[in-house]
């Protein structure tokens, strides 16, 4: 049996019904942490929810029952720090103990707001990371992150992880001529898009005939979105175009259809998702160059474009076909299969 451990991000259902689609010859398992709606849309007898502290050390609480039984237990994530405390505790469990790399659970241990609670929690995450069975990611340079950070041993399986992360044959939709050249600026409100820097370098671009589309519908505060708003429209003025809504999947890709190029500023990697699917659709994408994501598309083949130079190369024309001819053969549904199954099988 595989026990699944993970917070109740929006990775897990697609991933549960993954498993059920693709991999149904193997046992999974999985427990929810935290407060949750999947409960209304999973509820399956092999999915067991955990709320709270006292959830995990109650008796009869299926966390211990489970984890014992399992051949394999994948942590989808490292952000619960309450997990993190119990497999402290119970070190016995960590050599069969397999880490979904998320990317922000490894890079909190360069978390600016550093104190005594992040003193703590390092305190907790270090023994638990060293000593971790294995390493699942796809970016190496992660790898050597942890290495470096945690010194964690752990054995390293290349892995997609997510459908996500894979290239995806969205409709290509021809974009009206008489529409502005449109620069998708970030991905989300968090302010780990590091929008100020970002729209300092979109200022420098000497032709300014270009709108800036901004996502802000999640992942920041109120108080932070309305100071991007303010300062984009302040540089940008009416070409400046915050997207405060959520929008369903299929508007999204009508979203990127009709851009031209993707800029992130991201200080770690994040944002694969958005930056694979619009490589997919033969976006140019600008990103920091000194990122462990940089490395990975670099090291595949694929041409990506550094964010120091874009003032100068923005509207520079470049084909991208061989972008999508690589995404196509290596990340794909079928790869993404053969790399869990080495997983479930090992």
């Given at each position: 049996m595989i026990l699944h451990i993970s917070t109740a991000d929006k990775f897990i259902l697609p991933?549960?019904?993954?498993?059920e689609r693709y991999l149904s010859e193997y046992e999974h398992r999985y427990i929810i942490i935290g407060k949750s709606?999947?409960?209304e849309q999973v509820n399956h007898t092999?999915?067991?929810y955990l709320n709270s502290l006292f959830d995990f050390i109650k008796p009869n609480n299926p966390f211990f029952r489970l984890a014992s039984n399992a051949h394999k237990i994948i942590l989808h994530g490292?952000?619960?720090?309450?997990?993190?405390?119990?497999?402290?505790l119970h070190s016995s469990l960590l050599h069969k103990t397999y880490w979904y790399i998320?990317?922000?659970?490894?890079y909190a241990y360069r978390d600016e707001k550093k104190g005594l609670k992040h003193s703590f929690k390092e305190w907790l995450r270090k023994p638990v990371i060293e000593n971790m069975g294995h390493l699942i990611t796809y970016v190496d340079g992660e790898i050597d992150l942890a290495r470096e950070w945690y010194k964690a041993k752990g054995e390293y399986h290349v892995c997609y992880m997510y459908e996500s992360n894979l290239f995806k044959p969205f409709p290509?939709?021809?974009?009206?001529?008489?529409n502005n050249f449109s620069v998708l600026a970030g991905h989300s409100a968090d302010p780990l898009n590091n929008?100020?820097?970002l729209f300092k370098i979109l200022s420098k671009v000497e032709n300014q005939i270009f709108d800036v589309q901004v996502p802000l519908s999640y992942g920041g505060s109120k108080t932070y979105v309305d100071s991007v708003i303010n300062y984009g429209e302040k540089l940008f003025g009416k070409?400046?175009?915050p997207l405060l809504d959520f929008v369903p999947l299929d508007k999204y890709v009508e979203l990127l259809n009709q851009t031209d190029v993707g800029v992130f500023n991201h200080k770690r990697q994040m944002a694969m998702g958005n930056i694979i699917s619009l490589i997919g659709l033969g976006k140019k994408v600008y990103l920091r160059s000194d990122q462990t994501h940089w490395n990975f598309f670099t090291d595949t083949g694929i041409s990506i474009f550094d964010i120091e130079s874009l003032p100068e190369t923005l509207f520079n024309v470049v084909e991208l076909q061989q972008n999508i001819d690589i995404l196509k053969s290596r990340m794909n549904k079928n790869v993404l299969q053969d790399q869990l199954r080495s997983i479930y099988s090992s």
């Amino acid at each position: 049996m595989i026990l699944h451990i993970s917070t109740a991000d929006k990775f897990i259902l697609p991933f549960m019904q993954y498993n059920e689609r693709y991999l149904s010859e193997y046992e999974h398992r999985y427990i929810i942490i935290g407060k949750s709606h999947l409960h209304e849309q999973v509820n399956h007898t092999h999915v067991f929810y955990l709320n709270s502290l006292f959830d995990f050390i109650k008796p009869n609480n299926p966390f211990f029952r489970l984890a014992s039984n399992a051949h394999k237990i994948i942590l989808h994530g490292l952000l619960d720090i309450k997990l993190v405390a119990i497999l402290k505790l119970h070190s016995s469990l960590l050599h069969k103990t397999y880490w979904y790399i998320w990317g922000r659970d490894l890079y909190a241990y360069r978390d600016e707001k550093k104190g005594l609670k992040h003193s703590f929690k390092e305190w907790l995450r270090k023994p638990v990371i060293e000593n971790m069975g294995h390493l699942i990611t796809y970016v190496d340079g992660e790898i050597d992150l942890a290495r470096e950070w945690y010194k964690a041993k752990g054995e390293y399986h290349v892995c997609y992880m997510y459908e996500s992360n894979l290239f995806k044959p969205f409709p290509v939709i021809e974009k009206p001529q008489s529409n502005n050249f449109s620069v998708l600026a970030g991905h989300s409100a968090d302010p780990l898009n590091n929008h100020f820097e970002l729209f300092k370098i979109l200022s420098k671009v000497e032709n300014q005939i270009f709108d800036v589309q901004v996502p802000l519908s999640y992942g920041g505060s109120k108080t932070y979105v309305d100071s991007v708003i303010n300062y984009g429209e302040k540089l940008f003025g009416k070409r400046f175009k915050p997207l405060l809504d959520f929008v369903p999947l299929d508007k999204y890709v009508e979203l990127l259809n009709q851009t031209d190029v993707g800029v992130f500023n991201h200080k770690r990697q994040m944002a694969m998702g958005n930056i694979i699917s619009l490589i997919g659709l033969g976006k140019k994408v600008y990103l920091r160059s000194d990122q462990t994501h940089w490395n990975f598309f670099t090291d595949t083949g694929i041409s990506i474009f550094d964010i120091e130079s874009l003032p100068e190369t923005l509207f520079n024309v470049v084909e991208l076909q061989q972008n999508i001819d690589i995404l196509k053969s290596r990340m794909n549904k079928n790869v993404l299969q053969d790399q869990l199954r080495s997983i479930y099988s090992s």
